[in-house]
Nanobody, 121 residues
Framework: QLQPVESGGGLVQPGGSLRLSCTASGFTLDYYAIAWFRQAPGKEREGVSCISSRVGSTYYGDSVKGRFTISRDSAKNTVYLQMNSLKPEDTAVYYC??????????????WGQGTQVTVSS
């Protein structure tokens, strides 16, 4: 298993911003597609974003387009998810996942353990 590690979650007010990080020890993220998923209590797992191993290939779920940005910093072996204009509906555990290519099939990825994001006043 290739296990990434998420960080950067926390409590933020509606309209605020947060940046999540996905890192790995022992392998290079550049060679994999990196996806972000989220799951809120009582709801199904939702695909948020993905960046492929090819330069410039990014994807976003409809609910976050225009608000979230995924990026890769190869020098730091890190993938970021910048989240702006956060809404209470964004509250969830966010998971970083690694796989051979971007896919909506959750089983095709290896997963981190998640980081909690709470958007509330």
């Amino acid at each position: 298993q290739l296990q990434p590690v998420e960080s950067g979650g926390g409590l933020v007010q509606p309209g605020g911003s947060l940046r999540l990080s996905c890192t790995a020890s022992g392998f290079t993220l550049d060679y994999y597609a990196i996806a972000w998923f989220r799951q809120a209590p009582g709801k199904e797992r939702e695909g948020v974003s993905c960046i492929s191993s090819r330069v410039g290939s990014t994807y976003y779920g409809d609910s976050v387009k225009g608000r979230f940005t995924i990026s890769r910093d190869s020098a730091k072996n890190t993938v970021y998810l910048q989240m702006n204009s956060l809404k209470p509906e964004d509250t969830a555990v966010y998971y970083c996942a690694v796989g051979p290519q971007c896919s909506r099939i959750a089983g095709s990825y290896d997963w981190g353990q998640g980081t909690q994001v709470t958007v509330s006043s």
